[in-house]
């Protein structure tokens, strides 16, 4: 089902400091994960994907880790910067959910300078 | 690449009027596209999903004689708000994925609806 929350975690770093996000997905046979940023007032942006056949997978500052066993992924930001501040979601797909994503509840993450 | 419009981005209506919102993909064929609504600080409620030249699915509890849904061509679905009310007022986002096994959703920067 739907995660909706009503309290967004807040991640609070230092510009220039690496940041984590985690997130616990719900459904054991999902093997299609996204991080999406999002900016106040505008639509998610894709970041990075990473299938459940890859336990790590980097991209420009970002990386996804995937651990099956305990159902949880992350999102490491390196060398933050001000404009890294939003709110970051995960999302899960499985094969034959026609192509639905199921969302976590988000994390606020607040770039200090 | 992967670009998807909105419009418009903004609209502000009296109850009992309905309003169009327009998501198109501007470089690439879309052949589902997905509305969700969104409150402050929280995530993404999925309303419905759209394949082009087929009818909508509607997840459960969204109306789908309230949230009209067309998706006429590869590049473009509009969401219709029938009758709106202040309860509607909302952030509307839409986004596209491309030929089946993409999985992945591009999204439009949202409207913003708000029902006097």
């Known amino acids: 089902g739907e995660s909706v929350g009503l309290h967004l975690p807040t991640l609070s770093v230092q510009e220039g400091d690496n940041s984590i996000i985690n997130c616990a997905y719900s459904?054991?046979?999902?093997?299609?994960f996204i991080w999406y940023k999002q900016e106040s007032g505008k639509g998610p942006q894709f970041i990075i994907d990473?299938?459940?056949n890859m336990d790590k997978r980097q991209g420009q500052r970002v990386t996804v880790l995937l651990n099956k066993t305990v159902k949880h992924l992350s999102l490491q930001i390196a060398a933050t910067q001000p404009g890294d501040s939003a709110v970051y979601f995960c999302?899960?797909?499985?094969?034959?959910?026609?192509?639905?994503?199921?969302w976590g509840l988000g994390t606020s993450l607040a770039v200090n300078p | 690449g992967a670009v998807v419009s909105q419009h418009p981005s903004w609209v502000i209506c009296k109850s009992g009027t309905s309003v169009k919102i327009e998501c198109r993909s501007l470089?690439?064929?879309?052949?589902?596209m997905f509305w969700y609504r969104q409150f402050p600080k929280q995530s993404l409620m999925l309303m419905a999903t759209?394949?082009?030249?087929?009818?909508?699915?509607?997840e459960q509890g969204v109306e789908k004689d309230k949230f009209l849904i067309n998706h006429a061509s590869l590049t473009l679905s509009t969401l219709t708000v029938t009758s709106a009310h202040p309860e509607d007022s909302s952030f509307y986002i839409c986004?596209?994925?491309?030929?089946?096994?993409?999985?992945?959703?591009?999204f439009g920067p949202g409207t913003r609806l708000l029902v006097l």
């Open positions: 986004s596209a994925t491309g030929t089946s096994p993409i999985r992945t959703q591009y």
């Open positions: 470089d690439f064929q879309a052949t589902t």
């Open positions: 759209s394949n082009e030249g087929s009818k909508a699915t509607y």
């Open positions: 459904n054991s046979a999902s093997d299609y």
């Open positions: 990473i299938r459940s």
């Open positions: 999302a899960e797909n499985y094969a034959g959910n026609n192509r639905k994503l199921i």
